[in-house]
């Protein structure tokens, strides 16, 4: 019900576009959020968007390179990345919350539906 797709690999400094597709029916209304977990690590919050795209939030270490957006007529959530470093190398996940309080919008356990990761990997 959410796919993930658009990982791959690219120089340091470069740019990808990550593309979440959910579906309407069961996720008309939610908040869609990116999270990525680096190998050995936690899964770590990187983006979210409410349904009405009037708040996002973002995790600092990318604040001003990443972009979250949302197209609900086509129901799908994208992530552009740009100057990418090796740091953000990670599988890179979309997740769906109903959660109606945007200070929840980064907490793992505020989202109940999660796609398959996509991977992303960024050489120096």
């Known amino acids: 019900q959410l796919q993930a797709s658009g990982g791959g690999l690219v120089q340091a400094g470069g740019s990808l576009t990550l593309s979440c597709a959910t579906s309407?029916?069961?996720?008309?209304?939610?908040?869609i959020a990116w999270f990525r977990q680096e190998p050995g690590k936690e899964r770590e919050f990187a983006a979210a968007?409410?349904?009405?795209?009037?708040?996002?939030v973002y995790a600092d270490s990318i604040k001003g390179r990443f972009t979250i957006s949302r197209d609900n007529t086509r129901n799908t959530v994208l992530l552009q990345m740009n100057n990418l470093k090796p740091d953000d190398t990670a599988l890179y996940y979309c997740?769906?919350?109903?959660?109606?309080?945007?200070?929840?919008?980064?907490?793992?356990?505020?989202?109940?539906?999660w796609g398959q990761g996509t991977l992303v990997t960024v050489s120096s």
């Open positions: 968007i409410r349904w009405n795209s009037r708040v996002t």
């Open positions: 309407a029916r069961t996720f008309s209304g939610y908040a």
């Open positions: 997740a769906a919350s109903s959660t109606i309080i945007s200070s929840t919008l980064r907490a793992r356990s505020a989202y109940r539906y």
